[in-house]
Structure formats: structure tokens, C-alpha cells
T-cell receptor
Framework: AQSVTQPDIHITVSEGASLELRCNYSYGATPYLFWYVQSPGQGLQLLLK??????LVQGIKGFEAEFKRSQSSFNLRKPSVHWSDAAEYFCAVGKNTGNQFYFGTGTSLTVIP | DAGITQSPRYKITETGRQVTLMCHQT?????MFWYRQDLGHGLRLIYY???????DKGEVPDGYVVSRSKTENFPLTLESATRSQTSVYFC?????????????FGSGTQLSVL
């Protein structure tokens, strides 16, 4: 069975500091991996995705993520956090048939001035 | 406007009542999904649909019914609402184009069952 683990429920960082959100997955085949962001009261928006190829993927809003097969991880990073990045972040894995996506429990990010 | 819309945005109902949450998308995406979001559980898949008249269960389908008579609509019905179904419900759609499979989400329906 496939699953996604986000070990950090909540993270607080200072504005301008670097950020890394952790994601580990369990999936038998080559996964499709995603990071979504959810602002308060809103639906989820795709930040970036990995299907194949270069293991370092760039997304919107200055985010990037690195796929590490040996660690079954897909951590999200940003070199300098902005106050507007405060939100809930979800890691997800998708079957390669594209018909099911499984989400982690999310990491809530607080940005302090 | 094009996109995926959910209605109502907020709903309060009583236990035992039937409730239908609506979802409409204008992209003609083949896949549509219903998720519920609960604290500590993230998003859990309730039902999904690969095309009109094709639906299948997700992780937590009990107590829910879906239909998809038209590609653009995917309503979710709680036949007899229970308090445990208090949640935020998100509808999503996906295009099966290889290499661009991602979910587009609606803004959600916040449902309270009293």
C-alpha cells in the first residue's frame, strides 16, 4: 500500500531564513510526487511535481524539491522564506495511472518577522 | 469563469438528513475526485471517477454516494449525515495527459453536522 508521511506537524521559521519540509513515501513502483500548498480557507495549489528525470525539481514561488529514491524522500526547500509563505503544505504521491493521489497529513508553516 | 467550483461553500445540517455537495468543472477533465480534510488526517480520498458513469471507492467511502452522469459534474451525497462527517470537503479534477497529471482543487465546502 502506498502512504505518505510528513513528520513535522508544525514548523516556525523567521522571515528570510531557509526552509525544509520533510516528506517520506512508501510506494512499490516509481512514484509521481507532488507538493501542494493550501492558504487559509482555500483549496490546494500545486507547487511542483516529480515524474521522472532530474531529481531536483523547481516549482512556483521559489520552491524546489529533491527526489531521493534511496531515502524514499521528497523534501521541499526554499532558501529564503517570505511572510506570504505561511500556509499548510501537503506532500502527495500519485499512482502512475493517474487516478489516485494519496496525501500526507500536512505541515503547517508559520513565518515570524 | 473557467475552473472548478463547489457549492455550497458552507453548510450546516442535522444528523440523519441527506446532503448533496456539488462540484462542477469546465475543463472537461476526465478524472474527478472527492476528498475530505480533517485535522490530523490530511486529505483522504472518498470517491473518484475516471469518466462519466464510471466511479470507484477511495479510502473512506462509507456513508457517501456519488454519481457522474455528465463529465463536468460530480456531486457527493451524504445519504444520512452523521456528526463524524463534519469536515471540509474538496472536489478536484485531473487531466490524464501523460506528463501533466496533477490535481486542480475547488475552494472546498465546510460541512457541519449537528
Amino acid at each position: 500500500a502506498q502512504s505518505v508521511t510528513q513528520p513535522d506537524i508544525h514548523i516556525t521559521v523567521s522571515e528570510g531564513a531557509s526552509l525544509e519540509l520533510r516528506c517520506n513515501y512508501s510506494y512499490g513502483a516509481t512514484p509521481y510526487l507532488f507538493w501542494y500548498v493550501q492558504s487559509p480557507g482555500q483549496g490546494l495549489q500545486l507547487l511542483l511535481k516529480y515524474f521522472s528525470g532530474d531529481t531536483l525539481v523547481q516549482g512556483i514561488k521559489g520552491f524546489e524539491a529533491e527526489f531521493k529514491r534511496s531515502q524514499s524522500s521528497f523534501n521541499l526547500r526554499k532558501p529564503s522564506v517570505h511572510w506570504s509563505d505561511a500556509a499548510e503544505y501537503f506532500c502527495a504521491v500519485g499512482k502512475n495511472t493517474g487516478n489516485q493521489f494519496y496525501f500526507g497529513t500536512g505541515t503547517s508553516l508559520t513565518v515570524i518577522p | 469563469d473557467a475552473g472548478i467550483t463547489q457549492s455550497p461553500r458552507y453548510k450546516i445540517t442535522e444528523t440523519g438528513r441527506q446532503v448533496t455537495l456539488m462540484c462542477h468543472q469546465t475543463w472537461s477533465h476526465s478524472y474527478m475526485f472527492w476528498y475530505r480534510q480533517d485535522l490530523g488526517h490530511g486529505l483522504r480520498l472518498i470517491y473518484y471517477s475516471a469518466a462519466a458513469d464510471i466511479t470507484d471507492k477511495g479510502e473512506v467511502p462509507d456513508g457517501y454516494v456519488v454519481s457522474r452522469s455528465k463529465t463536468e459534474n460530480f456531486p457527493l451525497t451524504l445519504e444520512s449525515a452523521t456528526r463524524s462527517q463534519t469536515s471540509v470537503y474538496f472536489c478536484a479534477s485531473s487531466d490524464r495527459s501523460y506528463g501533466d497529471e496533477k490535481l486542480f482543487f475547488g475552494s472546498g465546502t465546510q460541512l457541519s453536522v449537528l
